[in-house]
């Protein structure tokens, strides 16, 4: 298996055009995670999807970012407008729960975001 | 909700010498408590886990320790070689009925291994 896939590796944006990031998930795993990275905040989980859906989206910093998951191989999180203040790396993580047990959970590569 | 708090934020050891990394968790009904090593420019990875039946956990050079009493654990590198250098994460979720499997990371220590 080639482990989570993320797209694209690197985007550099203009402040109020849209983003949209790309993940696909282990093949098999049942949970996904979208997560934001930056050195002032530390790692944070913005949104968590359970078998397709969307079981917590607390984390999402505000009503321009938004997150989909069509179908088990692939999601994608879109910010719109973005700001300065959205760059980041952003991971996509992926993992199963097995007899009420949550296993390893696996990182993809990331996007590193500038907005300009 | 979960909060994780994560010591030192920086640490920095000679080669060989042995380091600590400590993290507390504030909800008693976590019960998974992975640990994360993510190099420069690199994805998280996990390099050891423990669950709260056990106390205590070993994989070569790293060990996890575990008090659930009071709520805290850490992870512990001994004969530290450069390689080592990364931040390292903790975390803490709860499994198992009603959990919710949502893990809640500290703010990650900066492990710096000089030669």
């Known amino acids: 298996d080639a482990g989570v896939i993320q797209s694209p590796r690197h985007e550099v944006t203009e402040m109020g055009q849209e983003v949209t990031l790309r993940c696909k998930p282990i093949?098999?795993?049942?949970?996904l995670f979208w997560y934001r990275q930056t050195m002032m905040r530390g790692l944070e989980l913005l949104i968590y999807f359970n078998n397709n859906v969307p079981i917590d989206d607390s984390g999402m910093p505000e009503d321009r970012f938004s997150a989909k998951m069509p179908n088990a191989s692939f999601s994608t999180l879109k910010i719109q407008p973005s700001e300065p203040r959205d760059s980041a790396v952003y991971f996509c993580?992926?993992?199963?729960?097995?007899?009420?047990?949550?296993?390893?959970?696996?990182f993809g590569p990331g996007t590193r975001l500038l907005v300009l | 909700g979960e909060n994780v708090e994560q010591h030192p934020s920086t640490l920095s050891v000679q080669e060989g010498d042995s380091a600590v990394i400590k993290c507390t968790y504030s909800d008693s009904a976590s019960n998974y408590f992975p640990w994360y090593k993510q190099e420069l420019g690199k994805r998280p990875q996990l390099i050891i886990d423990?669950?709260?039946?056990?106390g205590e956990k070993k994989d070569q050079r790293i060990a996890v320790t575990l008090n659930k009493t009071a709520k805290h654990f850490s992870l512990h590198i001994t004969e530290t070689q450069p390689e080592d250098s990364a931040v390292y994460f903790c975390a803490a979720s709860k499994e198992g009925s009603g959990g919710s499997y949502i893990p809640t990371f500290g703010r990650g220590t900066s492990l710096i291994v000089h030669p």
């Open positions: 993580a992926s993992s199963l729960v097995y007899s009420g047990y949550l296993e390893t959970q696996y």
């Open positions: 093949s098999g795993h049942d949970y």
């Open positions: 423990i669950r709260s039946n056990v």
